[in-house]
């Protein structure tokens, strides 16, 4: 790193002239000694790369193993317990359905019987209601709330800007 | 005559278990990354072992290497990471001299001492001036100096490392040359101007 060169960067960056100074500067900068490692960095970097990967490896396998073994104790006890296991499972889906379905069923034809009647209600009421003069009354009431609740939404949002504003 | 793989190519092998070709890629990047961190914790031994966890991290992450990427981005970014994470924990405060020197790192309190011309061209050195000067810059110019001017990356490259735009890598560049101009001029090198 010369003299000469410092000199010719600094008078760049005082012209204002970027791009001589940026060469200027990449050829000077070039000569600053970079921090060099220790000598056994690399073995030590290598070793430690390795030192993991063997750890990883017989994770892996111990991983591997147990997976193995637990499989293993389950295909035995399915065997030796899957006739049992089967048996209780009809056992137990019998005695849920035996208790269950007539309840199911009996509660259904009461919730039916009640929609029936709601539904049978509801026609007597709209048939009452179903004149040309109601339905142009209750349309005009529903474009009337519509109306105001725009117009509510118009202010609302009139006021949240005026206080953003403050 | 036989060319010299790539990165790319030696973290693939790598990957795929050579320990030659990892050997071959710490040995291209081992000066690189402990330079890059020696910059900003001003601690050579402890920039050794941040650049050996580096490495450590990148062999455990090497299948999430894309290959069409440049390696050295990639390895840079990693290494970048690193370091903020280590001053972050340590609260290294990395644009105060002074409060290197108070937690004992003597590299940057000689750096500082050896700023005054008369020592400098005692030593022949004009580059500890440089290198003197480039731990005064904030932190953030300090790293686009060192990745552009001493690991020769483009300004798109940093700008992946450090996420941010091209233009504000140029505008680091641009303003950390600048600052180093001021040191440098204002400790009485620039004698021509």
């Known amino acids: 790193m010369d003299r000469k060169q410092l000199e010719r960067w600094l008078e760049e960056e005082a012209n204002g002239r970027d791009d001589a100074a940026d060469a200027a500067f990449a050829h000077l900068f070039a000569a600053v000694p970079k921090v060099q490692p220790a000598a056994p960095f690399v073995d030590q970097a290598v070793a430690a790369a390795l030192r993991w990967r063997t750890r990883r490896r017989r994770l892996v396998a111990c991983a591997w193993a147990a997976t193995l073994v637990l499989v293993g104790i389950g295909v035995v006890l399915a065997f030796v317990g899957a006739p049992r296991l089967v048996t209780s499972v009809i056992k137990a889906m019998a005695f849920a359905s035996g208790r269950g379905v007539p309840w199911l069923v009996a509660y259904m034809t009461v919730a039916m019987g009640w929609w029936w009647t709601l539904g049978h209600v509801g026609s007597v009421i709209a048939s009452a209601l179903m004149t040309p003069a109601r339905v142009v009354a209750v349309v005009g009431v529903e474009l009337l709330g519509i109306l105001a609740f725009y117009a509510l939404q118009r202010i609302a949002g009139a006021e949240r800007l005026g206080d953003a504003q403050v | ?193």
């Open chain 2, 1 to 193: 005559m036989s060319v010299a793989p790539s990165d790319a190519e030696l973290a693939r092998d790598a990957l795929a278990g050579s320990e030659a070709a990892y050997r071959e890629l710490v040995a291209r990047y081992a000066t690189p990354a402990v330079n890059f961190i020696y910059r900003f914790i001003r601690d050579r031994t402890l920039a050794e072992d941040l650049a050996q966890e580096g490495f450590l991290r990148v062999y455990q992450r090497l299948s999430t290497y894309d290959p069409q990427r440049k390696f050295s981005s990639w390895f840079f970014q990693v290494l970048r990471n690193i370091t903020i994470d280590y001053l972050r924990v340590h609260r290294l405060p990395t644009a105060s001299l002074d409060e290197l020197e108070e937690e004992g790192h003597r590299g940057a309190a000689m750096d500082r001492e050896s700023v005054s011309p008369e020592r400098a061209a005692q030593q022949g050195e004009l580059a500890v001036a440089m290198s003197a000067a480039l731990s005064r810059i904030r932190p953030e110019y300090r790293e686009v100096v060192v990745l552009r001017y001493q690991e020769g990356l483009t300004h798109p490259e940093i700008a992946e490392i450090l996420g941010l735009p091209s233009g504000t890598v140029k505008t680091y560049l641009h303003r950390a040359r600048k600052e180093l101009a001021e040191i440098l001029s204002g400790s009485g090198w620039n004698t021509s101007v």
